[in-house]
């Protein structure tokens, strides 16, 4: 039993990884380039990895650890938007004018990064990447309980702006 | 372990709000294709990359070019199994394997002169880790048979130095790991008749008869 060819690894992970990325760090530019230093990563370490190895939560965690390097990144740029760790939204709008929160998946992606990052990482984990609450502990160096909470806590506010945009057009045609 | 089982019932992975999150996360394909463009070129750069391959279409069907960075490495037709013999070469040279066309573009465009009848000869590093000992002897002889003739078993025995081992010569060439490039279709039987050959005794022929016709 020997490891798949890479080709195979980005082919399967390579959308799932983006969006993850894209999620956590809201700017598509820094989730291309995390994407990218991922898949390099991983690569580079990939001979070496067990075959029977969960190769979904390898490239997760190399991806997470990619996106800080990103968010620390940022922080060091002299970026005039405060607090730019909890509040990449504003970065976003810079670099993609498609985020301006008109249509429901705009909306839905304004919403992600008004998360905090926390909770931002914890639901891309658990419902993006399908990865156990007990790895997402491990990623977020919190308990089991806290990273369920923080992914439950992410859910819950995106849940409720998710919902508003189909209720006021039922609201517009009702008074049409 | 208990917290395991605990996190599946609280999934709903066909719920509308992570469909609707998926799908406004999700990269147009051009998009994607093209940053995996940039991440083979850096794979490359970065000498990352143990086999580079690409698919040629040739008269003969699709054939799988894989190189490592010394040279040719292997070309594999399609009813062996593109598929299956990437996974071999994960398994004997390295799993490092990305699609990535133009390390081998060279190989694609001396083939497609093969095989409109304007290149007799290839001009291209080989590497042979493939293959060792009197196989490798035998491979490393094929490309002296000449362009449009052919020679048996026998004589290439005799041209590798050991003029008993016919049968180790069949196996060589069933073995050859970059046929059409090394000429193990130019190898026929003494009597006259075709032989065998790893893409098939018709693609054999149809070799055969595309070098006499050019």
Redesign the interface.
């Given at each position: 039993m020997s490891l798949p060819p890479f080709e195979t690894v980005v082919d399967e992970y390579g959308t799932m990884v983006m969006r993850v990325c894209r999620a956590v760090l809201g700017s598509d530019i820094a989730a291309e380039d995390a994407w990218s230093e991922t898949f390099i990563s991983a690569l580079r370490a990939y001979p070496d990895l067990r075959p029977d190895s969960d190769v979904r939560a390898w490239l997760v965690t190399i991806a997470h650890r990619k996106a800080i390097d990103q968010i620390r990144a940022r922080n060091r740029a002299p970026l005039p938007s405060a607090d730019p760790l909890d509040r990449p939204s504003d970065r976003a709008g810079l670099d993609e004018p498609s985020l301006d929160g008109t249509g429901l998946d705009g909306g839905l992606r304004t919403a992600v990064n008004r998360l905090p990052t926390k909770q931002r990482q914890a639901v891309a984990y658990r419902y993006l990447a399908d990865l156990s609450y007990a790895e997402i502990g491990v990623l977020l160096d919190c308990s089991v309980p806290a990273a369920r909470r923080s992914a439950a806590d992410g859910i819950a506010a995106l849940r409720a702006i998710d919902l508003q945009p189909s209720r006021s057009t039922t609201r517009r045609k009702l008074t049409s | 372990m208990n917290?395991?089982s605990?996190?599946t019932d609280?999934?709903h992975?066909n719920d509308a709000?992570?469909t609707?999150?998926?799908?406004?996360?999700?990269?147009d394909r051009a998009d994607?294709d093209a940053?995996?463009a940039?991440?083979t070129e850096?794979?490359e750069d970065?000498a990352?990359?143990d086999?580079a391959y690409r698919i040629v279409d040739s008269p003969i069907g699709p054939l799988l070019v894989a190189a490592s960075p010394a040279g040719l490495v292997r070309i594999a037709f399609e009813r062996e199994g593109h598929d299956a013999v990437?996974?071999q070469?994960?398994?004997q040279i390295?799993?490092?394997?990305?699609?990535m066309p133009a390390r081998t573009d060279d190989v694609a465009r001396q083939l497609d002169e093969y095989f409109a009848g304007r290149r007799h000869e290839f001009d291209l590093p080989l590497d042979l880790q493939l293959v060792s000992g009197f196989r490798r002897t035998v491979i490393s002889h094929l490309p002296d048979i000449a362009y449009g003739s052919t020679a048996s078993y026998k004589a290439v025995a005799e041209m590798a130095g050991n003029p008993t081992a016919v049968r180790a010569v069949g196996s060589a060439c069933s073995h050859n790991p970059v046929p059409v490039v090394v000429p193990c279709h130019r190898v026929v039987r003494s009597d006259g008749s075709i032989g065998n050959y790893l893409g098939g005794v018709d693609v054999k022929a149809t070799l055969i008869a595309l070098e006499s016709a050019a």
């Open positions: - | 917290t395991d605990m996190n609280t999934v992975t709000l992570v609707a999150l998926t799908a406004s996360l999700d990269t994607l940053l995996r940039r991440l850096r794979a970065e990352l990359l086999v990437l996974d070469l994960a398994g390295s799993p490092r394997i990305m699609r």
